[in-house]
C-alpha cells in the first residue's frame, strides 16, 4: 500500500512539471538557443571593441592637439624670429643708404677738388709756359700752340690741296682745324701769322648730303659766320679756308698753307715743378 502511493506522488509531481512547462511555452516564452547566445556574445564583442576605437581615438586626438599646440608655438616664434631679422635688414638697408649717400657725397667732393686742382695747374702751366715755351708742363708738342684744351699747329711754310692737307695732319694724328665757337675763331684771328695768311680749314661740301660738314661729320653752327660768310658759304662748293678772322669758300685743288688741332694732353702736376 505504501509503495503505490509513492508511486503516485511520483507521477503526479511529474506530470506536474510537464504541464507547467508546457503552460510557459504557450505563455510566449520561448526556449533558450545557442544562435542567441553567439549573437549576445557578439553583440558585446563589438561594443567592447567600438570602445576601446573610441578610447583610441580618444589618445590619438590628445596627441594631435598637443603635436599642433606645439608647432603653433614653434610657429609663433620662428614668425617672431623672422620678424626680428626683417627689422635687422631694414636697419641694415637704411645704414647702407646712408652710407650710399655719404659716399656719393664724398665722390662728388673730390670730384669738385680735383677739377679745381686740375684748373689750377692748367693755369699755372699756361704762366709757366708764356715764360719758357718748352716748359715741361706744356701738354701740346714743340712747334704746336696751346689753347684751351686743343693743340694747334700752323703749317705757314707750306702749300698743298686740302686733301693733301688733311692728310699731313692725319699723319700728325691730328685733323684740320674745326672752329666750335666765336671764342676760338678770335683766337685764331690774333696769331701772329704772314702778311697774307691763308689756312683750310676741316670744313668742306659733302656732294651725297648736300650740305657742309666739318670732318667729325658736324654741321657748322651759322652763329660762327657773319651774313656775309654764312650767305657765300651757301651760295658755294668746294673746301673752306680761313683769312685774318673771316672764313672763305675756294676749289679743293687750290694749295694753300693749313692748320692743324688736336686734343691737348693732360697737364700733370709734378710737372709744374
Known sequence: MSEEVTYATLTFQDSLGAGNRNNLRKRGYPASSPTWRWAALSLLTLCLLLLLGLVTLGIMFLQTSNEINSDSEKLSQLQETIHQRQDNLSQQLGNYR??????EFLKSQISSLLE?????????????????????????PKMWQWHRN???????????????????????????????????????????????????LGLSWDPSGRSWLWEDGSDPSPSLFSTKEYAQINGSKGCAYFQNGNI?????SAEISWICEKTAALVKIEDLD
Open 98 to 103: 646712408n652710407f650710399s649717400m655719404e659716399e
Open 150 to 200: 686743343s693743340c694747334y699747329y700752323f703749317a705757314t711754310n707750306e702749300e698743298k690741296t686740302w686733301a693733301n692737307s688733311r692728310k699731313h695732319c692725319m699723319d700728325k694724328n691730328s685733323t684740320l682745324v674745326k672752329i666750335d665757337s666765336s671764342e676760338e675763331k678770335d683766337f685764331l684771328k690774333m696769331q701772329p701769322l704772314p702778311k697774307f695768311p691763308f689756312f683750310w
Open 116 to 140: 679745381k686742382q686740375e684748373q689750377m695747374a692748367i693755369k699755372l702751366c699756361q704762366e709757366l709756359v708764356i715764360r719758357t715755351s718748352d716748359h715741361k708742363c706744356n701738354p701740346c
Open 248 to 252: 672763305y669758300t675756294s676749289r679743293c
